[in-house]
């Protein structure tokens, strides 16, 4: 890809240093797309590999700076004036804000130009047979590109002309060239930026945060967003984007100790909550010694609220079911399973936040179970939330192989002790029983170890019904009927 032999001046257009020519051939080695792009246009177009890396290099540099014309090989001017029309549009300020100093992202905006840049030097550049074969190909390319410069800086006189004086022939269409140029070159660049935020947000909407894209080898970086944009991953991503922003919102909301709802008075001895009249014992000296009396006593009256606090402890557990019924799509074309996990992986994102343990336990029949570990202590790892995302078991539904599974765990984390806390959460469609023994142990696993269950049943309100199985078991229970709808989960996010 590198210049053609003869040329006398420099051939690149974006003045570059060493180590970003070395950025360009490390990138241009790693990336198969743009060795594809750059060997189909070198077929047809001497100088494309040339135009190629400066496109990347106008993308990847902070301020990228434009050689003079002067300075330029003849034969590349055709080049220079398809990177000044890609720099100089607002399109490429926008795209540059996404791929400055990410030689990745630089790529990505090459290869989403590429079709544009096709059709440029098409535009431009003499045919390429013609080029080839003729001694004279840097001459004619000088003067297609001075010829284009001078036509777009006569466009506005030549349009105020009279049909009498307008110009004609080969001028009306340099003119022509000249405003297309433009108009390409900002459309090329206004895609470019698109490809790259969608990349972008595909990747934050997983939890690949932009250090860690950074940190990722480019084969592997490549990977990983075909594997996203492909399947039904692709069609979760929209889902899990709005999970983890709901719950992101619901823990900057939470506060320890939150009042809720003011349902009356009653009586205590919190200070914050304290009712007006209360107060006036304060100003008076002689209430004073009543006043503290009474505080040490709980006998103030006080605001009385109810509302869900937010005292969880311990590991978070998402028990979620795979079963065959949860592959099932509710309104809006959302399955069950898309929802439940991406509400399991907003867990996770909570579980993180607070410096707690995650566990996913994925679950179906009887004895059928897959467990994902997310230590607290370490990095979640791209790769086991996939992994953990695309699992699905299938079969029927049992709560006694994953409640155990989640008893256990919490059991491990006490190291023996008792009251370790913990919150399992325990997500399915479906309502299946369970044997009196089990239900007798389970009580006993509960009361030893002081953990809460919360649960959700999904699309299936016959599951959450008063006296269900899922009822008995869960401390706090929802129905969630719209899988659309990410905030009626809202609850969960605040208490966990």
């Known amino acids: 890809m590198g210049t053609t032999p003869g040329r006398s001046g420099e051939p690149a257009a974006v003045a570059a240093d060493r180590f970003d020519r070395i950025t360009w051939r490390d990138t241009l080695e790693q990336s198969a797309g743009l060795r594809e792009v750059a060997e189909e246009l070198n077929g047809r177009w001497p100088h494309a590999g040339d135009l190629l890396a400066d496109a990347f290099l106008a993308a990847y540099q902070s301020r990228p700076r434009l050689r003079e014309r002067a300075e330029m090989d003849p034969a590349l001017l055709v080049n220079h004036r398809i990177v000044t029309a890609l720099v100089e549009s607002p399109e490429f300020a926008a795209l540059r804000r996404e791929t400055a100093g990410d030689p990745y992202a630089a790529a990505m905006a090459v290869l989403a130009q590429a079709a544009a840049l096709r059709r440029l030097l098409r535009r431009l550049h003499p045919e390429p047979e013609r080029a080839r074969q003729s001694t004279h190909a840097p001459q004619a390319a000088h003067d297609a590109a001075s010829a284009a410069e001078e036509a777009e800086g006569n466009a506005a006189q030549a349009a105020g002309n009279t049909a009498g004086n307008a110009p004609e022939g080969a001028a009306g269409a340099l003119a022509t060239a000249a405003s297309a140029l433009r108009a390409e070159a900002r459309g090329a660049a206004a895609r470019a930026a698109e490809a790259v935020r969608e990349e972008a947000a595909l990747m934050r909407a997983w939890g690949v945060g932009h250090g860690e894209l950074q940190r990722m080898p480019f084969g ?51 200070l914050s909550r304290l009712i007006p009249s209360e107060l006036t014992g304060l100003g ?210 605040r208490t966990i």
């Open 284 to 493: 008076l000296p002689g209430a004073r010694a009543v006043f503290a009396a009474r505080h040490a006593a709980g006998e103030l009256m006080l605001y009385d609220s109810r509302g869900e606090q937010p005292t969880g402890r311990g590991a978070v557990i998402a028990c979620v079911d795979t079963s065959h019924s949860m592959y099932e799509a509710g309104p809006g074309g959302v399955t069950r399973e898309a929802w439940a996990k991406s509400c399991a992986l907003a867990l996770l994102d909570q579980a993180r936040a607070a410096k707690r343990d995650f566990v996913g336990i994925l679950f179906s029949s009887a004895g059928r179970l897959r467990v994902f570990r997310f230590p607290a202590a370490g990095p979640a790892g791209i790769e086991r939330v996939l992994e953990f995302a695309e699992t699905f078991l299938g079969g029927g539904t049992s709560y006694e192989t994953p409640l155990t599974a989640a008893g256990e765990l919490l059991r491990e984390e006490c190291g023996g002790a008792s009251r370790t806390g913990g919150d399992i959460v325990l997500i399915t469609d479906d309502e299946c029983g369970v044997t009196e023994e089990w239900m007798r142990g389970w009580r006993d696993t509960k009361r030893l170890l002081g953990f809460r269950v919360f649960g959700v049943a999904v699309g299936a309100a016959h599951a959450a019904a008063a006296g269900s199985v899922l009822e008995v078991l869960c401390d706090n229970l929802r129905s969630i009927e719209d899988l659309t709808d990410v905030r009626s989960a809202a609850g969960l996010f």
């Open 220 to 270: 592997r970086r490549a990977e990983l967003a075909e594997r996203l944009r492909s399947g039904r991953l692709a069609r979760w991503a929209e889902l899990i984007g709005r999970f983890r922003q709901m719950a992101g919102g619901e823990r900057a909301r939470k506060v320890e100790n939150a009042t809720g709802e003011l349902i009356g008075v009653t009586l205590g001895n919190d």
